[in-house]
């Protein structure tokens, strides 16, 4: 079993289901189709107002459209320095936004605070011509390292953007995973808490090739759909990509998706630390389980046939260091994961 993403398993039953029905017939191109207006409707209830929902085929596009939309070219973007956008889209949101620059800011844990943010923007003046303009905070929720932000920090972060001028981003790959993790509601997690535009991810929790660019602000929303049209995510049949919201959005087979991989992340979680000698620097909130394994441990785990992703991260706590004979590991679990294969991990893990 394949522990190393949540993206090497294929969609959900509902989701493919969902496809195969807005198969038949026809319908109109590139969006405007029933099935389409029927996902942005129901993610203005999920999100519980007025919204522009705009859906494209990766995160990585999401991320990218939605921080072009928020900045200037000669803007500056804050995040996490270990941020999927500053660090896992091949420059995709400096090319969108026609070379805005991305600052990454350091944090314990794969998370910024507001302190780090203020201090990142003392570097970067206001009206100071040789410097980039700060226009907007990017946090990802989950985080990169699988934490969650809580509302608090969320607003506390979105409140100093605000007081300089700054709109909010959250980069929602893994949103559902988030919502589950903290208990609460996507409006208390967005708008709510200050949140200006949202990447909400649907492809890692059921979907095949799914996300939607959801936009509380309308001036943020205007200009949106020439910038995605230009991106080539406007999909012709777009058909694909609302049936495929709908499918995951209805009966909330999103949040059950995303309660299953949360709990399989905790019992294993719970079960790989009580292995003699694995650490885990912080604890695990959504659906991903960062451990360090002594080398025999690693070895047992990948001799049985289980994979998981060699981590590295500059985001561990003080005095938290990896030793010559460990490995840092991160395992993701999501809707497909089975309770007898995190239970077949752990036995090989305590074999090492
Ligand atoms: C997976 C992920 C994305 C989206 O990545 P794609 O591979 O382009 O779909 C964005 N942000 C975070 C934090 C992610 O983990």
Same mark, same amino acid.
């Given at each position: 079993?394949?522990?190393a ?9 509902p989701v493919?289901?969902?496809?195969l029905?807005a198969?038949? +017939?026809?319908e109109?191109?590139?969006?405007a ?14 999100f ?5 929902? #705009? ?17 200037p070219?000669?803007g ?9 956008v500053?660090?896992?889209e ?5 090319? #969108?936004?026609g070379?805005?620059k991305?600052v ?6 794969g ?10 923007? %003392? ?14 905070v990017?946090?990802?929720?989950? &985080? ?5 932000? &809580?509302?608090? %920090?969320i607003?506390?972060i979105?409140?100093?953007?605000k007081? !300089? +001028?700054?709109?909010?981003h ?12 903290? +208990?609460c &509601?996507?409006a ?11 990447s909400? $991810?649907? &492809? ?11 936009? #509380?602000?309308k001036?943020? =929303?205007?200009?949106?759909p020439?910038?995605r049209?230009r991106?080539g !995510? ?8 609302? =049936? ?11 949040l059950?998706?995303?309660? !299953? ?8 979680s719970?079960?790989?630390a ?13 659906n ?15 001799g ?9 991260? $500059? ?6 260091s990896? +030793?010559p ?7 993701v ?18 074999? $090492?």
């Amino acid at each position: 079993m394949n522990f190393a993403s949540d993206n090497v398993v294929g969609a959900s039953r509902p989701v493919l289901e969902a496809l195969l029905a807005a198969n038949d +017939g026809a319908e109109p191109a590139y969006g405007a189709d029933s099935f389409t207006k029927r996902a942005e409707e129901m993610l203005a209830r999920v999100f519980e107002r007025e919204c522009s929902a #705009f859906l494209v085929a990766t995160g990585t596009g999401a991320n990218a459209l939605a921080l072009a939309a928020a900045t200037p070219p000669w803007g500056a973007v804050f995040c996490h320095a270990e941020a999927h956008v500053l660090d896992d889209e091949c420059g995709a949101p400096e090319m #969108f936004s026609g070379g805005a620059k991305i600052v990454g800011i350091p944090g314990v844990g794969g998370k910024f605070d507001p302190a780090g943010l203020e201090e990142a923007l %003392e570097r970067y003046p206001r009206g100071v011509v040789k410097a980039v303009q700060p226009a907007l905070v990017s946090i990802s929720q989950v &985080t990169e390292a699988g934490t969650l932000y &809580t509302l608090a %920090e969320i607003r506390a972060i979105a409140d100093v953007a605000k007081r !300089h +001028g700054l709109k909010t981003h959250l980069d929602g790959a893994r949103f559902a995973n988030a919502l589950d993790g903290l +208990g609460c &509601t996507a409006a208390e997690m967005t708008w709510k808490a200050g949140v200006d535009i949202v990447s909400f $991810g649907a &492809t890692k929790n059921g979907g095949l090739a799914c996300e939607a660019v959801v936009i #509380f602000d309308k001036a943020l =929303a205007e200009d949106f759909p020439y910038r995605r049209k230009r991106s080539g !995510h406007t999909v012709s049949k777009g058909r694909l990509l609302g =049936a495929q919201m709908v499918g995951y959005l209805e009966n909330d087979h999103w949040l059950d998706n995303a309660r !299953h991989a949360n709990g399989a992340a905790r019992t294993l979680s719970r079960g790989l630390a009580a292995v003699a000698g694995v650490r885990l620097p912080w604890p695990t909130q959504a659906n991903e389980v960062f451990a360090v394994l002594p080398a025999l441990v690693a070895k047992a785990v990948t001799g049985a046939g289980y994979r998981f992703a060699p981590w590295s991260s $500059g985001s561990l706590p003080d005095g938290f260091s990896i +030793g010559p004979d460990e490995v840092f590991a991160r395992f993701v679990t999501s809707f497909a994961t089975r309770a007898d294969d995190v239970e077949g991990l752990l036995a090989a893990a305590r074999q $090492g």
